[in-house]
C-alpha cells in the first residue's frame, strides 16, 4: 500500500483561529477542533495540522519541526526567523485588513515623538521589533517583555508601550494616543527552507497559497446574474464595475441574453436599483468562495 505524504501545517491558536478557519473553509479545506486541541482534523489526508501560537510558528518552521504555517509577518520579523515567505494574506482577527505595531503613550504624556523615549521604560510583546526601531532613530530605552493587558502598564508601571491595534479602539479606550507606527504586518504563509526544495511539498504549499489568495479575493465580491434584453444590453453593462468584461451568453427567448458578472459587495445595493432601471430582469446576486485572478 503506498504511503500517503504529508504537510506538516501549522495554524495560529488564539485571536486569529476563528478566521483563519474560515478562510481555509472558503478555500476548500475544512479544519475542527476541540477546545483544548492541539491537532485539528483537515478533510485532506496530505495535510497534518497543528495549532500554535502565532508567536512561535516561524521559529518551528525554520527549525523543520514544522513544513509551512500561517503567521503574522511581525513575528517573523520579532524571531528573526529565515524562512520562505510564500503569500501575503491580508486578514486579521477584525477583517481584511493590514495590523500595526505602535509606540503609544498616555494622552496627557509630554512624550511627543520616538526621540522623547531617550532612557524611559517601553513594555511590549514584541521587544526585538521594538528595539530594532528605536536603534534606527538612534534611541537608547529600556524595552521589557510584557505577558499581556499591556495596555494598562502605562503611565504607572512604564512610560510608554509598543502594541498591536487594528482598529486603535482598545487603545482610546485605556486614554492612550498613538505615537508611531513601528510595522505594518499581514498574515503569511510561510515554508521551511529545506521543504521549498522538496517538489512535493512545495507544489501543495503552492496549492495552498492560490486557494487561499482566491478565498480572500472572494471575501469583499459577489456575482450577480441577470437577464436582458439585446436592446438594453449595452446600457446595463455601462453600469457595472466589472472584475473582467461581463460573460454574455444567449438565451433560448429570442431577443434575450444572460448577463453575469463579478462586483464588489459594497456597491451591489447601489447597482442593483441601476441595473433594474436599465433594463435587467430576474436579477440574482450570489456569494463567493473563490475569485482565480
Partial sequence: MKEIRKLKLALPKGSLQESTFEMMARAGWKIRAGSRSYMPSVDDSEIEARLIRAQEISRYVELGHLDAGLTGHDW???????????????????????????????????IRSVKDLQGKRIATEGVNLTRRYLERHGVQAEVEFSWGATEVKAPELVDAICEITETGSSLRANNLRILETVLESTTRLIANKAVWKDAWKRRKIEALALLLQGALAAGEKVGLKMNVPEAKLEAVAKTLPALRNPTV?????????????????????????????????????????????
Fill in 76 to 110: 517573523i520579523v520579532e524571531n528573526g526567523s529565515e524562512v520562505v515567505e510564500v503569500a501575503n494574506l491580508v486578514y486579521a482577527k477584525q477583517g481584511l485588513r493590514p495590523v500595526r505595531w505602535v509606540l503609544a503613550v498616555p494622552n496627557d504624556s509630554e
Fill in 249 to 293: 451568453s444567449s438565451l433560448h427567448l429570442k431577443g434575450w441574453v444572460a448577463l453575469e458578472t463579478i462586483v464588489d459587495e459594497r456597491v451591489v445595493r447601489e447597482i442593483i436599483p441601476a441595473l433594474k432601471a436599465a433594463g435587467a430582469e430576474g436579477i440574482i446576486e450570489y456569494p463567493l468562495n473563490k475569485v482565480i485572478a
